[in-house]
């Protein structure tokens, strides 16, 4: 069952350069890991997962970042209680040989939040979508009402490992260049080849909501509503990521 509780979760594009990333990984681990376990010792977040891009589904010209954050505030935690603690120690949380291309504050989609219990799945698909202006509700809607509750049943199915879908709650930094996007979505899946099936795995998801509404349906519908900004599958670095 999707959580649907509105706990905000923080966000953060890492631009590391590929010379500097063995480097990167081990000062991390020694230097800001330690950070964010007190943390999450004192409630103020529930988990860190750290991903690692290892190819693009579609290619792109924005600039480059390989690394996603994502954090989890702890129950009962909002945006300004996270960066009051942060900034109390604002040296110990910055990354080494790390630049932010963009930070922002997400909040999960209703009926689109299914996350791993204690399990890492072997890739991850990450999509960094903009909606336009005038389908943001159109979008939220179905997302809430059929898509999102669609790839649920895969992931109760099996099929999936985990879902996540998020809006962009609010855009605390971002580089020039970057598009303003609007929602992050994170799919877990045993293998890439999954995500190849997965037009033909959730088509009979959706049409056990509308039997007209399947996979071309709906999917073939969303270039009028959005634009996928960059599209990723990634690995979770076990060594920096803190719960699940």
């Not at 994502?70 to 909002?78: A, E, K, V």
């Not at 890492?120 to 509750?149: C, K, W």
């Amino acid at each position: 069952m999707a959580s649907n509780a509105k706990r905000y979760h923080h966000a953060v594009c890492l631009h590391v350069p590929e010379v500097d990333q063995t480097d990167f990984l081990r000062a991390s681990s020694q230097r800001t890991l330690p950070s964010w376990k007190a943390l999450a010792d004192a409630g103020i977040v529930e988990s860190r997962v750290v991903f690692k891009t290892v190819a693009n589904v579609q290619e792109d010209t924005l600039p480059a970042w390989r690394f996603l954050a994502l954090t989890r505030l702890g129950d009962g935690i909002t945006p300004t209680d996270f960066l009051s603690e942060t900034v109390k120690h604002a040296g110990a949380f910055e990354e080494p040989h790390a630049r932010v291309q963009r930070a922002e504050f997400l909040t999960p989609n209703d009926n689109a939040y299914y996350p791993a219990s204690d399990s890492t799945a072997a890739v991850y698909s990450i999509e960094y979508i903009r909606v336009f202006h005038d389908y943001l509700d159109t979008y939220r809607n179905m997302m809430e009402a059929q898509t999102g509750p669609a790839v649920g049943a895969l992931v109760k199915d099996g099929y999936a490992h985990s879902f996540l879908a998020f809006d962009t709650e609010s855009v605390l930094q971002s580089s020039k260049g970057l598009p303003d996007w609007t929602a992050i979505h994170v799919l877990g899946l045993d293998s890439t080849t999954r995500w190849e099936g997965f037009p033909e795995a959730i088509d009979p998801h959706l049409r056990a909501f509308d039997e007209a509404s399947g996979f071309d349906e709906v999917f073939g519908a969303l270039p009028q509503i959005r634009t996928m900004e960059r599209h990723v599958f990634a690995n979770r670095i076990d060594a920096l990521s803190i719960g699940y």
